[in-house]
């Protein structure tokens, strides 16, 4: 009788190690490795033979865009690109709690409800607790097909039967486990075992797939980084607990953009969309208040309208503090010597404190330019105009350099009532008539000096009141 191999597999990286180690050499964790049976072969005494012959096929021909099947989920279908193509595997990623049973099971009642069959298999809860769910968020009627159950060949032989699924939600990829693999579920042998069988099902029969997974303290998809590269897309499902939105966004889409949102809020009857977040982001600003500029964003081809905060603060550390809620911390670094450097704004002995209202996250350098006005407006303690919106990217010489898509920005700014904008130079020529009045610099220094100016007229204006008290 053979002995049967063993590896030890580290359930951080997934990397594997021929004997047990206290510390991971590939990622560096300590007490990952964990002992597991190699995959069990396709058959007993199975022989390597010859393989089959297929046929190769040149790079010219017919080429058809993939059907896609809308899921009645509008901002689900922005992110993923128009619907689920037919034999795609989705990977949705998420903090718990944060609402990726729920978003899905909505989608599964939407498409069964337009006359699709659609299956939500859960690994983790009863049937009766996805009941009491669906009866929470008023989806008893839809004719959802559930079940409860862990085996991947038990799901597989069960869905093969009958009509095949247009829609089957897996919830989760971590409480899956496959008779091929010796290990216990949740394990990265276990999950790439289970992930490998479902996308070979989804790819066999035509069914869109969606997968759950759970997330790691640092905010990684747990599990092999293999089985993001197996699936389709990837969406992480994004959401502060002390926020009423969640935000979907795609990290990979092989039938999609990457850099669409969909935008949801949570409300005691599940999630409800929102068509425009821009309304949403700025419901609570702070009208006159020093220290807060809003700034005419781009996710994707939706133009989005957030308010920046910015507190400078003398400090009374040895190294003031830099931090830094929804941006980039190395671009407020960069922001802040430039300030320094080319318009004489001395931040070196404050603390700076920059948030992005919400709770929402910016990763395009269009920010820069409000960045910068909040910033002066709090060190000088004068209101930027409430009805004025900012964008543009600073370079490293103090110049405000163009961004794409400026006309859609003002756009959006118009229509929520702004009437004024502070964009760059090199915008002129793509205004477009959007309507607004706008106002534009070509360098930094410019920007501060204005606002500089409107903190000594607020403060002139202030002692001259006092004086006539």
């Known amino acids: 009788m053979s002995k049967r191999s063993l590896t030890f597999i580290c359930q951080n990286c997934g990397a594997a190690a021929h004997r047990w180690q206290g510390k991971c050499e590939a990622c560096g964790e300590w007490n990952t490795l964990a002992e597991e049976g190699a995959e069990r ?40 690109g128009g619907g689920f193509v037919r034999g795609s595997v989705l990977l949705m990623a998420g903090d718990p709690g944060i609402g990726k049973s729920t978003l899905l099971i909505q989608a599964a009642a939407a498409m069964a409800r337009a006359g ?28 959802v097909e559930l079940a409860a159950e862990t085996s991947v060949e038990d799901i597989v032989a069960t869905l093969s039967e009958g009509k095949t699924p247009r829609l089957i939600v897996i919830d989760s990829i971590q409480t899956m486990w496959t008779e091929l693999v010796e290990s216990a579920p949740g394990t990265v042998t276990q999950v790439r075992g289970s992930a490998q069988a479902l996308i070979r099902y989804a790819k066999r029969s035509g069914a869109a797939i969606i997968l759950v997974g759970h997330v790691t303290k640092d905010g990684q998809i747990a599990g092999p980084r293999v089985v993001e590269h197996m699936v389709d897309a990837v969406l992480s499902f994004e959401g502060d607990g002390s926020h009423q939105f969640r935000i979907l966004r795609a990290v990979k889409n092989r039938f999609g953009p990457t850099d669409e949102i969909g935008v949801f809020e949570m409300t005691g009857a599940g999630l409800r969309e929102v068509a425009n977040p821009s309304e949403l982001f700025l419901s609570e600003r702070d009208l006159g208040s020093p220290g807060t500029a809003v700034f005419a964003g781009m996710e994707g081809t939706r133009p989005l309208l957030v308010e920046i905060q910015a507190l400078v603060a003398p400090t009374s ?31 070196g002995g404050y ?22 006005a909040a910033l002066v407006s709090s060190l000088a303690n004068a209101p930027l105009p409430a009805d004025a919106v900012y964008f543009g990217e600073v370079s490293l010489s103090g110049a405000i350099r163009p961004v794409a898509q400026a006309p859609a920005r003002l756009k959006e700014a118009a229509k929520l009532g702004f009437t004024r904008a502070v964009v760059p130079e090199a915008a002129k020529t793509e205004g477009g008539d959007s309507g607004l009045k706008a106002s534009f610099v070509a360098s930094l220094s410019g920007l501060v000096a204005d606002i500089a100016a409107r903190g000594n007229k607020s403060r002139h204006s202030e002692s001259g009141r006092g004086a006539d008290e």
């Open 41 to 80: 072969p396709a058959g007993p005494g199975r022989k390597p033979g010859k393989g089959r012959l297929f046929a190769l096929e040149g790079l010219s021909g017919e080429a058809h865009d993939a059907p896609r099947l809308p899921s009645g989920v509008a901002e689900l279908d922005r992110v993923t």
């Open 116 to 143: 699709h069959r659609a299956v939500y298999i859960s690994g983790e809860e009863a049937v009766a607790q996805v009941r009491l769910r669906a009866e929470r968020l008023a989806l008893r009627d839809a004719p």
């Open 317 to 347: 550390l040895g190294t003031p503090r830099r931090a830094v809620v929804g941006w980039d911390p190395s671009r407020l670094s960069m922001v802040i010597a430039v300030l320094e450097a080319h318009c004489g704004v001395k931040l």
């Open 351 to 372: 603390d700076v404190y920059l948030n992005v209202a919400g709770g929402m996250r910016i990763q395009e350098p269009a920010a820069d330019l409000a960045a910068a």
